[in-house]
């Protein structure tokens, strides 16, 4: 005979109540402007196409066939799990709704579990390694006609008097950066020597916590310090930068822009297995012996870096 007491909160309710607030939250995220989904059905996958197609040429001799480029990377998918047990005691006695709470918060947990992969991977931008072989964020990037491109790059605080410190920026010092990142950005080149950003108008400006307030000022207020009209309020000049404020970021004196509307994105975002929440429940063995329910949530997914093209890191220096 099961040891489920009578009245309790039961495992469908709290499942249901589960995903409720996982797609709730998901929607809420900034990753899908910053990662490529991409649906997996194997242990890993392998990328490949992480070039350009080639551009229109005038035809002369025949055609010119070219393929995927030698370059690209593996992405292994990894099996994420967390477990919440509860009393049987605990179910029969909430009557403030704690335990709701609790899968609400486990719910936030699984749908945010995507930026925090992703995080990890700005975090370490520096001296992870990317499709080309060569960091993220680098100075010395260069595949076939594309020549040497940079997407670190430095903005020194006192060339452009805008005042503040690397660390406490000002409003006008953030916005210059920004600027400074889009505009090299947009002066990327493919494999082909095309222009890789041609048609960018949509950027995400990403900072610790500590940029928040000179971060949304700068790209809100349609006029600075300065007295000049601010480009990047309101959509002006005909793109938008959307700030993000990441809590994750262990940085104090860095902020990165990256592109927000390209086919392929800053990074990508493998799945195997979507977010999954499973009971121990009434009537089960561990009901009876041990009087507690165990509701466990498991993903088969993993992250990777995409095109260091569409992202450009900026370190403040004075």
């Known amino acids: 005979m099961s040891g489920t007491v009578t009245g309790a909160l039961g495992s469908r309710a709290i499942i249901g109540r589960f995903y409720r607030t ?7 995220s900034w990753v899908g402007g910053l990662a490529m989904p991409i649906e997996s059905n ?5 990328y490949k196409w992480l070039g350009m197609a080639p551009a229109l040429r005038e035809w002369a001799g025949g055609r010119q066939a070219k393929g995927f480029r030698d370059n690209g990377l593996v992405v292994k998918n990894k099996v994420f799990e967390a477990t919440l047990r509860v009393s049987l005691d605990d179910l029969r006695r909430d009557k403030t709704g704690q ?11 699984a749908a945010l579990h995507p930026a925090k992969l992703i995080s990890t991977l700005i975090n370490g931008g520096e001296s992870g390694l990317c499709y080309d072989g060569q960091f993220f964020f680098d100075t010395d990037h260069a595949e076939g006609d594309s020549g040497t491109q940079s997407n670190s790059i430095v903005y020194d605080i006192s060339d452009g008097g805008t005042g503040g410190t690397p660390t406490v920026p000002t409003p006008l010092t953030i916005q210059r950066a920004v600027m400074a990142a889009v ?26 916590p ?9 790209l ?3 006029m600075l310090a300065n007295t000049e009209d601010n480009p990047l309020a309101g959509g002006a000049g005909g ?8 809590p994750r970021l262990t940085w104090t004196t860095k902020l990165a ?16 297995e979507g977010t999954r929440v499973a009971a121990v429940a009434e009537g089960s063995e561990l009901e009876f012996n041990n009087r507690e329910h165990h509701y466990g949530v498991t993903r088969i997914c993993n992250a990777a870096y995409g095109y260091w093209q569409h992202a450009c890191l900026v370190t403040l220096q004075a």
């Open 22 to 28: 996982l797609e709730e939250t998901q929607v809420a």
């Open 42 to 46: 194997q242990e890993s996958e392998e």
């Open 257 to 272: 822009v990256f592109r927000a509307d390209g086919r392929v994105k800053p990074f990508i975002w493998q799945e195997e």
């Open 99 to 109: 335990i709701m709470v609790r899968v609400d918060e486990l719910a936030a947990r």
């Open 183 to 208: 505009s090299q950005m947009m002066g990327f080149k493919d494999d082909q020597g095309e222009p890789m950003n041609e048609t960018a108008s949509q950027f995400i400006c990403m900072v610790p």
């Open 239 to 246: 793109f938008t930068v959307v700030p993000v404020i990441n």
């Open 210 to 218: 500590s940029y928040m307030g000179a971060t949304t000022t700068a």
């Open 220 to 222: 809100s207020s349609r």
